[in-house]
């Protein structure tokens, strides 16, 4: 069973960057998709990015297009999220989620198609 922990969240200040560790482990990496979501206090769950199985499809979500970067090590079991410019309304738990869709070459944002879900790492950008 594919298990997911989010690492690598913490306070930053406006304009700053952070990187979003997930490790997986239980599991080959893979046959996974996986995807980023978030969630500010008060707010629904939202998608951030997503990233096929081999990594060579991606999808952002239009807030952080131009901002944020997907990507994944399969050999090393890990999937990152590489956050630049951060703007206080980045603020939220981020989650980290995958589901298997075959040998489908694909990746959605649509939280109900994830299977697994991480505990969530915190984000604050603030001054």
């Known amino acids: 069973q594919l298990q997911l922990v989010e690492s690598g969240g913490g306070l930053v200040q406006p304009g700053g960057s952070l990187r979003l560790s997930c490790a997986a482990s239980g599991s080959t990496l893979d046959v996974y998709s996986f995807a980023w979501f978030r969630q500010a206090p008060g707010r629904e769950r939202e998608g951030v990015s997503c990233i096929s199985r081999s990594g060579g499809s991606t999808n952002y979500a239009d807030s952080v297009k131009g901002r944020f970067t997907i990507s994944r090590d399969n050999a090393k079991n890990t999937v990152y999220l590489q956050m630049n410019s951060l703007k206080p309304e980045d603020t939220a738990v981020y989650y980290c989620?995958?589901?298997?869709?075959?040998?489908?070459?694909?990746?959605?944002?649509?939280?109900?198609?994830?299977?697994?879900w991480g505990q969530g790492t915190t984000v604050t950008v603030s001054s």
């Open positions: 989620a995958a589901v298997d869709y075959g040998t489908f070459e694909l990746c959605a944002l649509i939280a109900a198609y994830l299977e697994i």
